[in-house]
């Protein structure tokens, strides 16, 4: 049960797009279109983002996408705000029955 | 409202034990598998455990498998994490989180906050 590989700090100006890339196995973030992505702010409880991998919960901007190739699954913001500067988690099931999240990443938008 | 409050969480010695609990409401709480999550402080999120919706089925990490016990009460919309020999490195903010069908966890709690030390 490794924990998914997350950058731990990207940064953006407002406008602009960044990506956040989870990198995980076969045995998880490539074996199963259950990736999610969760948005935490500090002092807060995360907040779901994303879905199956590229779904939006109602609610949330379609600024947000998500996306995956192979064991590789991606966050993208695009026309950042100062409001998206946060923390971001990435989760995978995976093949144990159990659940994995990545080590999260800061974005601070500049 | 769809709503998930912990409590339970505290000061503990190594070694020793405590429960977690998580009301359930706004929503059909047999319906769904509840996980826990927990956060150490300046780290990433960690999952811990998982329970099917009608409690016949727990995953645990490996972390605390042997040592955790997550049970439901679906009659009173609960949620229990019991937790002995308990370490330092159980020190984090403890979630609980609603199951989004294998696909994540679409309501958290605000979380109860765990110390281990001596």
């Known amino acids: 049960q490794s924990a998914l590989t997350q950058p731990a700090y990207v940064s953006g100006s407002p406008g602009q797009s960044i990506t956040i890339s989870c990198t995980g196995t076969?045995?998880?973030?490539?074996?199963?279109?259950?990736v999610s992505w969760y948005q935490q702010e500090p002092g807060k409880a995360p907040k779901l983002l994303i879905h199956?991998?590229?779904q939006r919960p109602s609610g949330v901007s379609n600024r947000f996408s998500g996306s995956k190739s192979g064991n590789t699954a991606s966050l993208t913001i695009s026309g950042l705000q100062a409001e998206d500067e946060a923390e971001y988690h990435c989760?995978?099931?995976?093949?144990?029955?159990?659940?994995?999240f990545g080590g999260g990443t800061k974005l601070t938008v500049l | 409202q769809v709503q998930l409050v912990e409590s339970g969480g505290g000061v503990v010695q190594p070694g020793r034990s405590l429960r977690l609990s998580c009301a359930a409401s706004?929503?059909?709480?047999?319906?769904?598998?509840m996980h826990w999550v927990r956060q150490a402080p300046g780290k990433g999120l960690e999952w811990l455990a998982v329970?099917?919706?009608?409690?016949?089925?727990?995953y645990y990490a490996d972390s605390v498998k042997g040592r955790f016990t997550l049970s439901r009460d679906n009659s009173k919309n609960t949620l229990d994490l019991h937790m002995n020999s308990l370490r330092p490195e159980d020190t984090a903010v403890y979630y609980c989180?609603?199951?989004?069908?294998?696909?994540?966890?679409?309501?958290w709690g605000q979380g109860t906050t765990v110390i281990v030390s001596s």
């Open positions: 989760s995978s099931y995976t093949t144990t029955g159990s659940w994995v």
């Open positions: 989180a609603k199951d989004l069908q294998f696909d994540g966890m679409d309501v």
């Open positions: 329970v099917s919706h009608d409690g016949s089925k727990t």
């Open positions: 706004g929503f059909t709480f047999s319906a769904y598998g």
């Open positions: 076969s045995s998880d973030v490539g074996g199963y279109n259950y």
């Open positions: 199956s991998v590229s």
